[in-house]
């Protein structure tokens, strides 16, 4: 009896053990998250430029592509002659305040392009409209003034809400809540195909999604994703830092495994 005992505990702890080995064997990346913002209703200017600064150098990564104004307008200098963003925001787009104008062109990239620039790669429902809302804070106080309110958070929507209405696409729904597991759809609502052309159209800022399953393996197209920044393609290297870190969050694993087993096909 002791014998059929000692037989079934081993194959119980190699079982666990080959299973504990299969999962350390599968890529962890954590994303950055931005931290979650509560204000009150007495939030004062000072408190949302703050709050909206910290993220716009920090998870917003928003200094990678604003920086240099090759990829992305200058925002916190002259661009234009037009000066800082705060200054020449509400001239934008005709029946826009400064601050609506600022805001939906986070909530929803594609609105306002800048003439001579790609469109902008940014996965605001990642962030709530707190967080949004003190980012626009931030940029409105770059020659300009704050119009920004406790107001603006509350009337706009809970954490997010706002963001993902306006960024999805009808039907997709929000990751990790039954969304779609079309890839190419994917591709389309995360803003990848901003920065990556294929069926040889589209922007050649990123590597080219057409043959990219000749040139990465399954296993290295799911790394590329969760953490961008751990490696680049050859001719790529100077972007490393400017795909967003965050969809390992905005993505179910249903929807990165579609996504991941669309581009390794792709040869």
């Keep these: 009896m002791w014998q059929t005992n000692l037989k079934i505990i081993g194959i119980v702890v190699g ?9 350390s064997s599968i890529p962890q990346v954590a994303s950055e998250v931005p931290e979650e913002l509560t204000f009150t209703s007495e939030v004062s200017t000072a408190e949302l430029i703050a709050a909206g600064e910290q993220l716009y150098s920090g998870a917003g990564g928003c200094t990678t592509c604003h920086g240099t104004g090759m990829r992305a307008p200058n925002l916190l200098t002259d661009h234009a002659s037009g000066g800082p963003i705060g200054q ?3 001239g934008r787009a005709p029946g826009e305040s400064c601050k609506l104008y600022l805001y939906r062109s986070l909530v929803e990239p594609a ?3 800048v003439e001579g620039f790609p469109p902008m790669v940014f996965q605001a429902r990642t962030f709530s409209d707190a967080q949004l809302w003190s980012m626009v804070a931030y940029l409105e106080s770059q020659g300009g003034e704050v119009t920004v309110t406790a107001d ?4 706009s929507g809970e954490a997010g ?3 993902t209405s306006v960024t999805l696409e009808p039907g997709a729904g929000p990751a990790g809540a039954g969304g779609s597991l079309d890839a190419r759809q994917l591709l ?3 803003l990848c195909l901003g920065c990556h052309a294929i069926d040889g159209a589209g922007p050649p800022l990123g590597p080219s999604f057409d043959g990219i399953g000749s040139r990465l393996s399954a296993e290295e197209i799911r790394t590329a994703i969760l953490n961008p920044g751990a490696d680049a393609s050859p001719g790529y290297e100077a972007l490393i830092g400017v795909m967003p870190t965050t969809y390992g969050q905005t993505l179910s694993a249903a929807q990165l495994e579609a996504i991941v087993s669309y581009l390794a096909s792709r040869n």
């Design 15 to 23: 079982t666990l053990g080959l299973y504990t080995l299969v999962a």
């Design 88 to 90: 020449r925001c509400g």
């Design 111 to 113: 609105a306002h392009v």
């Design 152 to 155: 603006d958070i509350e009337t």
């Design 161 to 163: 809400d706002a963001a």
């Design 188 to 190: 389309q609502d995360q």
